[in-house]
């Protein structure tokens, strides 16, 4: 489609360029500009007006942007020239590149003479694997670049230039300033996609951005662990290698952030021990996820399994992994994400015999395929009705109490329940 609305552009006198990373990933891994590929392009030379009169014969486009116009139209995303008095149709190509941010990601290809305009050794650049500004204002003009930049040279295995590194360094307080949700979305491209977001991490940190963003991350660096349980170190080296553990195709964003913040309350447990650090644990990241994200349903699940990532461990070392405790767990956590937590907790570490715990995951999950279908409560409220009861207060804790006998394998019918409720009417007021 680029072709055909490129021919349109030139026949008004204008240029269209594909621009960003569908010319830089064609010249670092050959990967062809198709019409399957989201595909940055920009335009010289014409209206606002034009442009929108040519894209009604392609079909339906969207405008969005509030400070700049961007058109979306199937797989393309169009942007116009600007200055910072905003749009300029009659920019030159030199000025416009400077509003791109590192020089891998200013090239300008013409796909109707096959030619790329490279003004700043763009493909230089991606031969040596580093990354250098084009312009340092306005690559600073969106500070959500200075997170950015550390995503791609993590997802791409490339170094920082040492110029960029100390603008990156020197600003990335700046960071503070953008929309939650634009500082989440970097964030979860590094936890869910990247192959070692532990790399990531150590960038992040060497340009002072987990002392910004993750401050008691950052803190826990100083927190040194059993050498004969932890022989890799402190808490921050541990939680960076659990996060390597999970392939990509394992993770999803509840499990990478859990096991991101499920030491963090080691920082004011350290001198009990760390008795009590999940709870810890679990507060402090209530306390701070907010200014990542409000997905309340992330939140509940994430907070769920920093508090009970050790549960799996306590349960093997007390001798009760079995089929009650097993559903008593299940009720408050999600087994199968849990033991996820877990296998990356206790692979994330430098000890080198783990298969104790290993074949604890194994043992685990086998009882909960067992017990799974056994977790839905026998008795309900309609039960209760039947039996003579009234709707009221009492209903929540009769039903809580013989949920509890269920789980408890106490009884396996309604009418077991029923016999016990004659029985223990006393017990369940008190």
């Not at 096959?114 to 250098?132: F, M, P, S, W």
């Not at 930049?149 to 990335?172: M, P, Y």
């Not at 279908?373 to 039947?386: E, I």
């Amino acid at each position: 489609m680029y072709i055909e609305l490129a021919k349109e552009i030139k026949k008004i006198n204008g240029c269209l360029y594909i621009v960003g990373g569908a010319v830089r990933d064609f010249f670092l891994y050959n990967k062809p500009m198709d019409e399957n590929s989201n595909i940055d392009i920009e335009i010289l030379g014409v209206s606002p007006e034009q442009i929108e009169k040519i894209l009604n014969n392609f079909g339906r486009w969207k405008l969005v942007g509030t400070l700049y116009k961007v058109y979306l139209i199937n797989n393309l995303e169009i942007t116009l020239p600007r200055d910072e008095n905003g749009f300029n149709p009659s920019l030159k190509i030199e000025t416009s590149i400077l509003n791109r941010d590192l020089t891998i990601n200013s090239l300008y290809y013409n796909p109707l003479t096959d030619q790329t305009i490279d003004l700043y050794r763009g493909k230089l650049d991606l031969e040596n694997k580093v990354l250098y500004y084009v312009d340092r204002e306005t690559f600073l003009e969106d500070p959500l670049r200075l997170f950015r930049t550390i995503e791609l040279a993590g997802r791409l295995d490339f170094e920082l230039s040492e110029d960029l590194k100390k603008l990156i360094s020197t600003n990335f307080h700046l960071i503070q300033s953008i929309p939650k949700e634009r500082i989440m979305g970097e964030l979860e491209k590094i936890l869910l996609n990247h192959k070692k977001p532990s790399k990531t991490f150590r960038l992040l940190d060497d340009t002072g951005g987990v002392e910004i963003l993750f401050p008691n991350l950052y803190r826990s660096k100083k927190v040194i662990q059993d050498k004969i349980f932890h022989p890799e170190g402190d808490v921050f080296t541990h939680t960076l290698m659990t996060l390597d553990v999970l392939k990509p195709s394992e993770r999803t964003i509840e499990l990478m952030i859990a096991l991101l913040f499920h030491d963090i309350g080691k920082n004011i447990t350290q001198d009990t021990h760390f008795k009590g650090h999940t709870k810890a644990s679990r507060d402090m990241f209530l306390d701070l996820i907010d200014k990542f994200t409000n997905n309340k349903k992330l939140i509940s699940s994430a907070a769920d399994l920093i508090f009970y990532h050790v549960s799996p461990l306590i349960l093997m070392l007390n001798n009760k992994v079995n089929k009650v405790t097993i559903r008593k767990l299940a009720v408050k956590v999600s087994i199968p994400k849990l033991l996820k937590v877990y296998e990356a907790d206790v692979l994330g570490r430098g000890r080198l015999d783990n298969s104790e715990e290993l074949e604890n995951i194994k043992k685990i999950d086998s009882i909960y395929h067992e017990i799974k279908d056994d977790l839905t409560p026998l008795v309900n409220g309609r039960h209760l009705l039947s039996w003579g009861y009234k709707s009221g207060k009492e209903f929540k804790k009769i039903l809580n109490y013989l949920y509890r006998l269920q789980l408890e394998e106490k009884f396996v019918s309604v009418e077991e329940a029923r016999e016990i409720i004659r029985c223990r009417e006393p017990k369940i007021k008190n």
